[in-house]
């Protein structure tokens, strides 16, 4: 494959404005219907080929769900791809059987059929959902769209604006890179690394902000693999307040580091904002423009609370549940047990397309790392024993962690997807306070598909 380096350089003019979407079929209060299909989508811009994709209702990304806090959200999954698929609502602490785990959590959602997904959003938020069956594939065609959770007094507008950025692998034609899905090399490296970068489905758009007052941009990264980092032209500074959808204490950086799966809410003064850049390559690419707009809505952006959702627990008497990361390229891990048998890693590779495990077992649904009492304080003690990168996420609960992302010295925050660097170690700190069976597992996708995950069993 000839490869544009990550980021090409050369602009693409977009003439309409990118306007929030709000294309899912609302069908009253909090319901939407979101179909499932074979769809293509012009990722390139309208010069170039549009790009067969799997996309909710059609679009990149998906249908913007929105719904306000305390209220419940009835979406009606329908599955017209000619493949099982299910949806994740992620970092949502939702109700077990609504989570979208298949195998884990409910029965895949085969081709034809619909599922209805209804849960309460207790949390205001950045959120977003994906596909959960085989997502390494469905997620780099296209399976994935924002949820928003607003707060009293809040909405979406040209102050309160939604980013979902995305890395593709696109083929010169503009097609997805579909003969390197499943790559060994991949999977035992980074994980699938694109060459084309989006934000809301399209290259550098013009996204159209208010001309005054505060902005708050919502940055999603819906990438496989690709750790993002954002930054303003000319240095501006990000304030964040929100991480992973939970409120913070607001801390301004200079660039806005994002692992896949991760959030990051930040404010930026209207007559601050400048082109949004992609510089975690040494060449920096414009990853978006911005157009002033004179905000006509009466509604200005508050500073958000700063109280996170809950306090950092105590964890003298916690439950520690020891996890070590081993596998890929250039590791430690010779072997590992895989359904109960054990194997070398070359077997593993060659013959189950497996690489990673935790505490010596390759993961699956069926690996149970713990199993603790609702309620409880749990400290996971996880060591990245391996010479990658891992964006590891839990279902179902956010926890607290020393985070050494944004700053040298570390502090604490709360989120649910932490980025873990090579020989790390961290301890993920949260309370048990939802029953079920919940998946642990590193969200660069690949790593997940060749055995980085395990269960959280909460009783
Ligand atoms: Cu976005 Cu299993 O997660
Ligand atoms: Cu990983």
């Known amino acids: 494959m000839r490869r544009r380096s990550f980021l090409h350089g050369s602009v693409i003019t977009l003439g309409s404005m990118l306007l929030p979407q709000f294309a899912a079929k609302a069908m009253g209060e909090g319901k939407y219907e979101i179909i499932a299909r074979h769809a293509s989508h012009p990722l390139a811009g309208p010069d170039h080929p549009k790009t067969d994709l799997m996309l909710y209702g059609g679009q990149s990304p998906g249908p913007l769900l929105t719904i306000r806090k305390s209220e419940t959200l009835e979406i009606t999954f329908k599955n017209r791809l000619s493949e099982p698929s299910t949806i994740h609502w992620h970092g949502i602490r939702n109700l077990n059987e609504m989570d979208g785990v298949p ?174 850049m992609e510089v975690s390559n040494s060449l920096p690419v414009k990853a978006a423009r911005f157009k002033a707009v004179k905000n006509k809505s009466k509604m200005r952006i ?97 926890f607290w962690v020393k985070s050494s992302e944004f700053e040298k010295n570390p502090f604490w925050i709360l989120r649910d997807t932490y980025l873990m660097q090579p020989h790390q170690k961290a301890q993920l700190i949260f309370v048990a306070d939802n029953p079920g069976k919940w998946l642990f597992h590193c969200h660069m996708l690949e790593h997940h598909a060749a055995g980085m995950g395990g269960v959280i069993s909460v009783v």
């Open 302 to 398: 508050s500073r958000p609370r700063s109280t996170p959702w809950y306090e950092k627990p105590n964890i003298e008497n916690a439950k520690h549940v020891k996890i070590h990361m081993q596998g890929g390229a250039m590791g430690n891990l010779s072997a590992a047990e895989y359904h109960g048998q054990k194997y070398s890693l070359r077997e593993l590779a060659q013959e189950h397309s497996k690489l990673w495990a935790f505490n010596s077992v390759v993961g699956g649904y069926h690996n149970i790392l713990a199993e603790v009492d609702l309620m409880q304080t749990v400290a996971l003690d996880v060591f990245n024993d391996s010479r990658w990168q891992h964006a590891i996420h839990l279902h179902g609960h956010h």
């Open 103 to 276: 195998g884990l959590t409910q029965p895949n959602v085969e081709p034809g059929e619909d599922f209805v997904y209804r849960f309460p959003a207790n949390d205001a938020g950045t959120f977003w959902y994906h596909a959960h069956n085989m997502a390494w594939k469905q997620v780099s065609y296209g399976l994935y769209g924002p949820l928003i959770v607003l707060d009293d007094g809040e909405d979406l507008g040209l102050d309160n604006v939604v980013l979902v950025a995305d890395d593709w692998r696109l083929t010169d034609e503009y097609q997805i890179h579909s003969d390197s899905l499943g790559s060994l090399h991949d999977w035992s490296h980074a994980g699938r690394m694109g060459n084309w970068l989006t934000i809301n489905g399209t290259s550098q758009p013009e996204i159209p902000v208010a001309s005054e007052g505060l902005i708050k941009l919502r940055l999603i990264n819906a990438a496989n693999a690709r750790v993002m980092k954002f930054a303003l032209e000319g240095d501006g500074l990000f304030e964040i307040v929100a991480i992973d959808g939970a409120s913070c204490h607001p801390f301004h950086v200079k660039h806005c580091l994002l692992a896949p799966a991760q959030r990051l809410d930040v404010l930026i003064p209207a007559e601050k904002i400048s082109n949004l």
